[in-house]
């Protein structure tokens, strides 16, 4: 429990960083949102969608995606909500507005509403049987971002299409026990999502 509200903690600061809006340039309230992500898989649902941050500088995005797996993929219709934090450090300009990041490197916290999860164990099971809550999951994603600047009327606005190849603690955790058995194939999923800039 103690990692997972650490993880919470770390979150919560790139979260404020990430937060820094160009108020110059935009001329948008801090707290109005740079973009809108709609994404599949990876993680936060089967499909997900929300408002975003990007930071001064352009590195460093925050989202917060609300998302949903039906009932005939994963068993129950869950509900998740997700904070997450990408750090793109480099930039390549192409021609006619376009550009590429050609690698992103991010981190998450997803929570899973629904009765069968919980933050912590029942009181039948032994203190420190089981380390993890049901109901969070962290994750760490690696991924990148084709785009292109487009100008509608007078402000200048992002259009990207990106992807993401992550996991989460647990199997992560697996693997690292199980590296005989498991491949990375077996504990690593994909997502495909698309920004548009406000």
């Not at 190849?165 to 690593?188: A, E, H, M, R, W």
Request: contains cysteine.
């Amino acid at each position: 429990m103690k990692k997972v509200l650490l993880l919470c903690l770390l979150c919560a600061q790139l979260t404020v960083s990430g937060q820094s809006i160009n108020l110059a340039r935009s001329h948008r309230r801090w707290f109005m949102p740079d973009h809108a992500k709609l994404q599949f898989a990876g993680g936060t649902g089967f499909l997900s969608g929300g408002p975003g941050y990007i930071s001064r500088n352009r590195t460093l995005e925050t989202d917060f995606l609300f998302g949903y797996l039906p009932e005939e993929f994963g068993g129950d219709a869950l509900i998740t909500i997700t904070g997450k934090t990408t750090y793109s450090p480099w930039s390549i300009s192409l021609p006619n507005s376009y550009y590429i990041k050609p690698f992103s490197l991010g981190m998450y916290l997803s929570y899973t509403f629904g009765p069968q999860f919980d933050w912590k164990w029942p009181k039948y099971y032994p203190k420190g049987y089981y380390w993890w809550a049901t109901s969070v999951r962290p994750g760490l994603y690696v991924g990148g971002k084709v785009g292109r600047d487009v100008m509608p009327r007078t402000r200048k606005r992002q259009l990207e299409l990106y992807y993401e190849l992550g996991t989460y603690d647990l199997l992560l955790i697996s693997y690292v026990q199980n590296t005989g058995f498991l491949k990375p194939g077996d504990i690593l999923n994909l997502a495909i999502g698309f920004k548009f800039g406000f």
